[in-house]
Each structure stands twice: as structure tokens, then as C-alpha cells.
């Protein structure tokens, strides 16, 4: 009679703690989301950013802030991000491919993988090459040309990306150019230099201003600096199968804190998929040029670590422009 009574309160005592466990589980979210956005304002990092807080607001019941700390290409964003607690509510949102290359870029601490969590990514971007329907170059050929028979006087501008950037000057290194580079701190900024005649070329990804202006005829898209296919500019070539030996690599997500509980982690990840999937989301997306693609927390921490370890290579090729 002893031993029943004692496991049957053995039995309570462990329904009791599981209960407790459970209701003194944090629901999420409760309060105000911040999407930090660590490029400039009028990019498509902060333009995405944006429509998908609406829809995250909507999702979650909760106000969401996006908050743009721009510089030293994401480093200063994400490093804010990564000093905040780890409970969800500040989310790194762009490409983490490029923020957690350029300390390599830079040439200054590298960021430890073992501090952050990868949400889920979103959209995958390519980056091109525009220039001024005014120029004797209308194509990349014609271009390459051009900048080799005037070393030193073409001004080639980046539009936040470090890693596009460097593209650029691995095709001077393999085409032996010589020209001078300018970084901008978003696709804004450098689409407002490159249609204002500020630069001669001008890499931006697509859904930038300048991205639209090229739709509208005011610019001319050269190369694509990826490797897949540029949307409604579908012929235009990429440096892949112009067999260059690099290629940029963007692709944007949601990324936080390491030691963010895993649920919220997955409910950030299940939501995102949610909205991504939302057909005014894909609309939006598909009237700017941008190509929407999920991929789960540990599909996007593949494609961001065998990108960033990509970098080494990238920049002992591009010793020879320096």
C-alpha cells in the first residue's frame, strides 16, 4: 500500500513539474520584433526588409521595427545583432554572405560561426554590371576593351557589396585592367551614382533602382556577376560561362543570436516560409526583379559557410590588382 502511494505521488509530483515547465514556457513573441537591416536605406536588403515586416506583423500579432545600422558592408549590423540577447527579438535580416565574408575582405577578425544561429534564408541574388547608354561600350566585350586601351580612367562603384566587388576585380585581374574603385554603402546610393554619371560602371544587385532603370532602358546591364539567370534580362551572359574563374555569391536571410532557443529559432524559420510563400509577397518580389527562394536555418548556414570559406582563393587571385 506504501509503494502504491508513493509512485502515485511520484506520478503527480512529475505531472505537476511538467505542467509548471510548460506554462512558465515564454510565449513568442510578446513584445516588439527588431529587424535589423545592416546596409543602407533604398538597397534591396532594406527594401525587402520592409515588405516582409508588414507580413510578419501580421503573422506574429506584434509590431515589428526595422532599424538600418549600415557600414564596413553588414559587419557593424550583424555585429549589434550578435550583442543583444539571445531570446529572437533582434534579427539580423540580408545577406550574411557578404557580412560574415568581409572581415576577410577587410582583413580583420573573422566572425566565429559558433556565435550564430541561421533562421532560414529567403532570396538569392544576383549582382550586375550596369553602365550609361552614353558610353563607346555597349556591351562587356566592347567594355574590356575599352578599359584596356585607357588604363586607370574607368571608375568602377559597388553597391554595398563587398564580394561583388571583388568579382569586378578578379575579371581585371584575368583581362589585365587597371581602374579604380569606389564602395557605396547600399544598392540606392550606388544606383543614384551610377545614373548620375558619378561612375563609369556600377554593379548593384537586381531590384535596385538601378536595376529598374536598366527595365526602363536608362541603363545598359552588361554582365551578370552571378551565375544564374538574371530576371527579364534573361540572355544576359554571366561571368561563369564567360569562364571567369569566380562568381558572387548573395543570398539573404534571417539570421540571430547563437543560444536562441530552438523554437523560437523554428517559429521564425516556419513563419518565414509562411511569408515568402504569400502571393503578394511574390508579387511584389517578381515586379522589382527579385527571385524569392526559401531554404531551411541549415540549408542557409550550407550555402553561407561554403561561401564565406570560398573568400581565401577569391582574394589570392585578386592579389595581382591591388
Known sequence: MKKRLSLIWLGFAAFAFSAGTLWA????????????VPWGAGGMTDVSARL????????????????NKPGANGTIGLKYVLSQPADGYTVAI????????????????????KDISFAAGYMPQQRVLF????????TFSEFIQFAKKNPGQVSAGSGGSQWALEIVKSIAVKDGLKMKYVMFKS???????????????????????????????????????????????????????LGYPFASIVYYGFTLRAGTPEAIREKLESSLQKVIQDPEVKEKMATMGLTPKFVTGKEYYKIVSEAVNSVPELLKYNQAVQ
Open 25 to 36: 514556457a515564454p510565449k513568442y513573441p510578446e513584445k516588439p520584433i527588431t529587424f535589423v
Open 187 to 241: 544598392g540606392g546610393e550606388a544606383s543614384t551614382a551610377i545614373l548620375g554619371k558619378h561612375v563609369d560602371i556600377c554593379e548593384t544587385g537586381t531590384g535596385t533602382p538601378a536595376f529598374q532603370a536598366a527595365r526602363d532602358g536608362k541603363l545598359n546591364l552588361i554582365v551578370n556577376l552571378g551565375g544564374d539567370v538574371v530576371p527579364y534580362f534573361p540572355n544576359t551572359k554571366s561571368v561563369k560561362e
Open 131 to 138: 553602365t550609361t547608354p552614353d558610353k563607346p561600350y555597349k
Open 52 to 67: 516582409l515586416a508588414e507580413k510578419f506583423k501580421a503573422e506574429f500579432k506584434e509590431s515589428v521595427l526595422v532599424v
Open 94 to 113: 540580408g545577406p550574411m554572405t557578404d557580412a560574415l565574408a568581409n572581415p576577410y575582405f577587410q582583413k580583420t577578425e573573422s566572425f566565429n560561426f
